[in-house]
């Protein structure tokens, strides 16, 4: 397939693709209305392209997305889920698609109402006491429940002295970037053969400075921590809390409640578990929930009920302050309601069961081929190991790329970084099983290519209008400009 060209690269001199209308004002030399730097030197560097050529360009360009719209997408722990269309409809209604974000209370009483009683369901959902919809990701979830701790732990000067946050060594990426930002220090706890938390390790770590361990429960292998009752009695014990990252909840909601486990403060991934387009770090929504002792340290403003009307409270003395502009991300909230009225509690339970029956059926048919990190029946995903095809010369990523030729997204590979190789792939609840069979029927056809033909998966993709990159020198020398085919850069700006 040949490349698809730049809008400017189809540019032509004098070709518009819009005529405006003569002027029907005296018209006055620009240099009467702005002035010195503001005043552009050059006109700017727009392509010329006819009406008909942009609309075949983007229709074009839409066509070569690859979405869960069109095709399957395991993506593991990033997760895309397919969002019902009613949720997506809910959220353009004019009465909250064109509600501005400063309109006063007096004047959003039923946005202030979807948001009180989101807040409501989720904090029932996981089985704390309240909940703060503001944080804009699920990182973004981490850090405000982190500062939240920090907070709370400020009250005491044994408190104060409490800087260390302990996470297991299968944790995600934003967990300790999260607690560099909030402040902490952070120390990895090696998991166990099974990948999950080691509790002899654990109890070696636990100590005064201890501020919180931070678990994600079920895991990044796809793995329900067993003894988290007794991991959080001894977090506590030394004075810590325990932050759960709730990003993987699709697994357990209507079947277990993290706040029943012992956790006192937890983020959850709407763009996971409860319909919302993974927003890459916002625009998205990573509401955190927490128990009644640290509620007084959520951020402001919070939605309050004062009789039968919404108000948005910042008289809170120890608030850990604003995390964002305004109370959340309304659009992603309209939809997220949507999602959880339409399902209701049962519909939710079932949504959790089919994520965990579609992970375990895909273990199941591959696990022969491609061994399972840790053989044992899995939550929302299965984390596959690669590691036997290194012997034809064929690595997780020639996998990963020959997908892509079989037509589906490849999952997320070499994540977690605790297991060689890894392919880790999350169906989640919505994929048939014939969809299921086709992928994994792919990823057979592949191991025996390895074998027989590891050059096709050398190349791979072959079918698509990019092929494989060279991801070093796209690392080292990128290039994020255009220019044009002389080389030279778009017109400069004032
Ligand atoms: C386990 C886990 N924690 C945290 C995150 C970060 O969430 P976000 O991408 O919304 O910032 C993710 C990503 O989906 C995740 O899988």
Same mark, same amino acid.
């Given at each position: 397939m040949a490349p698809t060209p730049l809008i400017f690269e189809m540019s032509r001199p004098g070709r518009p693709g819009v005529r405006l209308p003569g002027l029907d004002v005296p018209s006055r030399p620009v240099e009467s209305l702005l002035a010195g730097a503001a005043l552009r030197r050059a006109p700017p560097a727009l392509p010329e392209v006819g009406e008909l050529e942009v609309v075949r360009h983007y229709t074009r360009l839409s066509q070569l997305n690859f979405s869960i719209d069109t095709n399957f997408y395991p993506l593991g722990s990033c997760t895309m889920k397919y969002n019902p269309r009613v949720n997506e409809k809910s959220a353009a209604l004019p009465g909250f698609a064109r509600?501005?974000? $400063?309109?006063?209370p007096e004047a959003s009483q039923g946005a202030l109402e979807l948001l009180w009683q989101t807040e409501r369901i989720l904090a029932a959902i996981a089985g704390m006491d309240a909940c703060s919809l $503001?944080? *804009?990701a699920g990182a973004h979830g981490e850090m405000t429940g982190l500062m939240v701790v920090r907070a709370f732990h400020s009250e005491t000067p044994q408190g104060r002295k409490r800087r260390l946050v302990l996470a297991p060594d299968? /944790?995600?990426?934003?967990n300790p970037a999260s607690c560099t930002l909030g402040g902490f220090a952070y120390k990895e706890i090696k998991s166990n053969r099974h990948g999950l938390v080691d509790l002899a390790e654990l109890k070696k770590h636990l @100590?005064?400075?201890? *501020?919180c361990l931070m678990i994600t429960n079920p895991n990044t292998v796809g793995q329900?921590?067993?003894s988290i009752e007794e991991i959080a009695a001894l977090v506590h014990g030394c004075g810590g809390q325990v932050y759960m990252d709730? /990003?993987?909840m699709n697994a357990i909601v209507g079947a277990a409640r993290p706040g029943d486990f012992g956790v006192d403060v937890m983020h959850l991934n709407v763009h996971k578990?409860? =319909? $919302?387009?993974?927003?890459?770090?916002?625009?998205g929504a990573g509401p955190i929930a927490v128990k009644k002792h640290l509620? +007084?340290?959520?951020?402001?403003p919070v939605v309050a009920r004062r009789g039968d009307s919404f108000v948005l409270d910042s *008289? @809170? +003395?120890k608030s850990i302050g604003r995390? @964002?502009?305004?109370? /959340?991300?309304f659009g992603v909230y309209a939809r997220v309601y949507a999602y959880l009225r339409s399902l209701g509690p049962e519909g939710l339970r079932r949504l959790s069961q089919h994520a965990v029956l579609n992970a375990n059926y895909i273990a199941a048919r591959l696990k022969d081929t491609y061994?399972? /990190?840790?053989d044992r029946p899995c939550y929302h995903e299965c984390v596959l190991t690669g590691e036997r095809f290194k012997k034809y010369g064929v690595r997780t990523m020639d996998i990963a790329k020959r997908l892509i030729d079989h037509g589906f997204h490849p999952p997320t590979?070499?994540?977690?970084?605790?297991?060689?190789e890894a392919i880790m792939i999350e169906p989640t609840e919505t994929e048939s099983r014939e969809t299921l069979d086709a992928f994994c029927d792919a990823m057979l056809a592949i191991a025996a290519e390895a074998k027989a033909a590891p050059e096709k998966l050398h190349a *791979? +993709?072959?079918? @698509? =209008?990019v092929g494989r990159f060279d991801e070093v020198t796209a690392a080292r020398e990128p290039r994020l400009r255009w220019r044009s085919h002389d080389g030279h850069p778009p017109a400069p700006h004032p």
């Open positions: 509600l501005h974000p $400063q309109t006063p $503001q944080p *804009a299968s /944790a995600h990426g934003t @100590r005064d400075e201890v *501020a329900f921590e067993e709730g /990003a993987n578990t409860f =319909s $919302q387009p993974h927003g890459g770090g916002g625009p509620e +007084p340290y959520l951020p402001v *008289a @809170r +003395p995390v @964002r502009c305004f109370a /959340a991300h061994p399972l /990190a840790y590979v070499y994540f977690p970084l605790i297991v060689h *791979a +993709p072959t079918t @698509r =209008s």
